[in-house]
């Protein structure tokens, strides 16, 4: 949950001592807010539900705010740790060392994140494809000029 990620990150960023740094604390209180709306978000797409009626986009727009999470989750988390960032332990054995030698049991979230953050912005269509879909969908713009109805299959551009 990305309240809870906010709390944690507040708690590096005192640990780490650099908690009044106007950047931590504008990455701080953006990643809160962002965490917020996609709360409240979900719980208006679910009253929506409940109610028989559908919010256009919803789910584009969420998948976007998540990604947007991830990834300043990811820097956020990286610049509080610092040097530290670098250092992962894949197996529960080398998560003890590491613990044991950083003084950080959380430092092992922060690097896991930053590990994974590349994805959320690729799988399930990407951000690009997302904003794609908002605006033709949800925003009525004009798709983008092709000729992929007309054309054969074997005829269509493909990807080298």
Do not use: W
């Not at 960032?85 to 092992?108: I, S």
């Not at 951000?127 to 908002?134: C, F, G």
């Amino acid at each position: 949950n990305d309240a809870g990620s906010a709390s944690m990150l507040v708690g590096m960023a005192k640990h780490y001592g650099c908690i009044d740094e106007q950047t931590v604390r504008q990455g701080l209180a953006q990643l809160y807010t962002l965490g917020e709306i996609g709360r409240y978000s979900a719980e208006r797409s679910k009253a929506a539900r409940a109610a028989g009626k559908d919010i256009p986009g919803i789910g584009n727009i969420s998948k976007l705010g998540m990604s947007n999470i991830m990834r300043l989750q990811r820097d956020l988390g990286l610049h509080i740790v610092g040097a530290a960032g670098m250092l992962h332990a894949y197996t529960p054995d080398e998560q003890k060392a590491l613990n044991e030698a950083t003084g950080n049991p959380f430092l092992a979230a922060v690097t896991t994140t930053a590990l994974y953050a590349q994805a959320p912005p690729i799988y399930g269509g990407t951000d690009q494809i997302q904003r794609n879909i908002i605006g033709e969908r949800v925003l009525g713009l004009p798709k983008e000029p092709n000729n992929d109805k007309t054309a054969r299959f074997a005829d269509l551009p493909k990807n080298q």
